[in-house]
């Protein structure tokens, strides 16, 4: 998939996240930072550690996301039964809206994975290539 940066088509794997500069562009490992960040619980914002190191972001970033991913899996499979008593189309809508978090949730999980192994590429000092 190419994408245009800076008047330049620029070429990133399928599924890189829109919020991040292609690797290799100039300041992509700060938008890398941001977006990692932001799939974390936001108290990390406070740990400079993660920041001078981009790689261990990345890997707590995959942790948060995959550990919310299974909690939504959980929840979406006991909701119907823990929501008796509750009417059906707000049941439903609950469900809904979790399943829509689930596919949200895969998505940034495979975003994630692919910032992450472009951080360790660029620190062993190979290209990325997805």
């Given at each position: 998939?190419?994408?245009?940066?800076?008047?330049?088509r620029i070429r990133v794997p399928a599924g890189w996240p829109k919020e991040v500069h292609p690797p290799g562009v100039?300041?992509?490992v700060a938008t890398a930072e941001s977006y990692l960040l932001s799939c974390c619980p936001s108290q990390y914002h406070a740990y400079q550690?993660?920041?001078?190191?981009?790689?261990?972001?990345?890997r707590l970033?995959?942790?948060?996301?995959?550990?919310q991913l299974?909690?939504?899996?959980?929840?979406?499979?006991?909701l119907r039964v823990?929501?008796?008593?509750?009417?059906?189309?707000?049941?439903?809508?609950?469900?809904?809206?979790?399943?829509?978090?689930?596919?949200r949730l895969r998505r940034v999980a495979k975003e994630v994975d692919l910032v992450h192994h472009a951080l360790r590429a660029r620190d062993s000092g190979r290209s990325f290539e997805a």
């Open positions: 998939m190419a994408r245009m940066f800076d008047d330049e100039n300041g992509w550690v993660l920041r001078r190191c981009p790689v261990v972001l990345a970033a995959t942790e948060s996301v995959t550990s299974v909690a939504s899996r959980a929840v979406l499979t006991g823990s929501l008796t008593g509750v009417d059906t189309s707000t049941a439903d809508r609950a469900t809904q809206a979790l399943w829509h978090e689930e596919m």
